[in-house]
């Protein structure tokens, strides 16, 4: 049979039968810098199709070592990624706890009325047992922010979700060889002087949940926030394969070499 060709030829080349389910997944990134960017990239070149993004800022010059899109100075981040990334919805937004619990109420009124129009009770069913493993509808959340109250805010927002599901990025910058990046449960890194700010953080709010988190223990090679685009960038397309792993993994996908 011949090969469709389109932009996803070479992704469902090596997806095979997980393509679809990468398809219809929904993911919301917060923060679309040097590595929310990226993972968006990742994301949205393998096949994703339902991606959020969520961000406050402007480009400024001083972005244009790491970030996708900074060549656009002064304009609005997630404008200027809706545009590179055709389908992407932005939301210009600062995550704070007003901001989290009106879209968490906006969401869960969507997705409730969503769940009353599906006819069948297998069909409902489904579709409560998937929403009880999201976060406003999302399969997926991507912590790509530099503010610790704001990703301990989103974390406890989303201890229900199964491990996996919640992605946190930690302190990138100051670093200079991605060989170093760990994947590991946020209790479990070491090393990254803004991981355990983070830690602590989660301690003194009482979180007891778990979480996947990228970081890494390299001893910072500066004293400001100096940032490589390697490194940023390799945090970023690690997430994008954590993601893309876990859903093949989710529906029993097995790639096999010819």
């Not at 070149?45 to 970030?67: E, L």
């Not at 926030?225 to 490194?231: I, K, N, P, T």
């Amino acid at each position: 049979m011949h090969e469709i060709q389109d932009r996803f030829t070479r992704s469902r080349l090596l997806f095979g039968e997980g393509f679809s389910h990468i398809a219809t997944k929904r993911a919301i990134i917060f923060g679309v810098g040097g590595v929310g960017g990226f993972a968006l990239d990742g994301l949205y070149r393998a096949g994703c199709r339902n991606i959020t993004i969520v961000d406050k800022d402007c480009f400024d010059i001083t972005n244009q070592n790491r970030q996708i899109g900074a060549e656009s100075i002064g304009e609005v981040k997630v404008k200027v990624l809706e545009q590179l990334y055709p389908g992407v919805v932005g939301i210009e937004a600062q995550l704070d706890s007003a901001w989290l619990e009106g879209f968490m109420t906006e969401s869960m009124q969507k997705c409730a009325e969503a769940d009353t129009e599906k006819n069948s009770a297998d069909s409902h069913a489904s579709s409560s047992n998937d929403s009880a493993k999201q976060f406003c509808g999302f399969d997926y959340v991507i912590d790509a922010i530099d503010d610790i109250p704001a990703k301990i805010l989103l974390a406890k927002a989303c201890a229900h979700m199964p491990y996996g599901r919640f992605i946190c990025s930690t302190g990138s910058a100051k670093k200079l060889n991605p060989l170093e990046i760990k994947v590991a449960s946020i209790w479990k890194s070491y090393g990254d002087k803004f991981a355990r700010k983070l830690r602590d953080g989660l301690k003194k709010q009482g979180f007891k949940g778990d979480y996947k988190t990228i970081f890494s223990p390299e001893p910072p090679k500066c004293k400001g926030l100096g940032s490589f685009s390697a490194v940023t960038a390799s945090f970023g397309l690690q997430i994008a394969s954590e993601v893309i792993r876990d859903i093949l993994a989710s529906h029993a996908i097995n790639l096999t070499k010819e």
